[in-house]
């Protein structure tokens, strides 16, 4: 009988940046462009305000309902972990998953609040344990070409003083990781889009894909 080819899994691509930094964009173009490449990709979106603690947060964000500080943090946390299961079972059948926005936004916008028993280091630990990602691409961009990009919409967090200490907090969390790759994201689209699909392919090709998934 012939051996199995050992199973490659696929990778998990964290896209993160502030607001209007062409996250969304960017990662759509990423997966039109794995997908064209051959490559089995899925991408989803964090917040995901489908399932019923989605629709709590996104009620929080349009101002419509009220949450306590620690109480709208873990709901965000738990909006990830009631798709870990499936993420890591889309990658461990040789799916990448391209995830846009994710554990750093979490612990980033709640510790931007400056809620005294709020602190990085709390806000991190509900995130222990979700699925690691293999590369992180953080979109940077500086407040003058973000406010090119229109201004702020409706939502709670999009105003001046909080986009400043998310910013800060960004750059404090990166910092201390490894695997971030900071991409200068007030370029063109397509110069951005490049640059990323550059680094992805350079991760994809470096990575062990026959080693399990990072927690
Ligand atoms: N949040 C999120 C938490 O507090 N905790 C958490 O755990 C998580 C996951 C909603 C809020 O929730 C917070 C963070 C947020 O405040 P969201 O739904 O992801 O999060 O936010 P959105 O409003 O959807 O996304 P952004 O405003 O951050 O926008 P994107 O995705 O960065 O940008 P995109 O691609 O939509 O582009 C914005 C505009 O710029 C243009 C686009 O065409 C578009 O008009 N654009 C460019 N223009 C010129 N040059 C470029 N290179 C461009 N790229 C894009
Ligand atoms: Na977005």
Redesign the pocket.
Known sequence: ASQAQPTRRGALIVVE??????????CEMLRDSLWQKGSPVKYI???DRTTPIGKLIDSY?RGSSHQDDHSIHLL?SANRWEVAKSIEDEIASGTTVIV???SY??VV??AAKANPTLSLEWAWQPEIGLPRPDICLF?SISPEEAAK??GF?V?R??NEPMQTRVRQLFSTVFERQEDVSIID?G???TE?ALQIQATVSDCIEHMDATAPLRK
């Open positions: 940046g502030l607001d209007r930094a062409g996250k969304s964009s960017q979106r964090f917040p964000l965000f846009d926005r994710y936004s979490g916008y709640s979109l990009r229109g919409g939502e967090y999009e994201a370029r063109s689209i951005v």
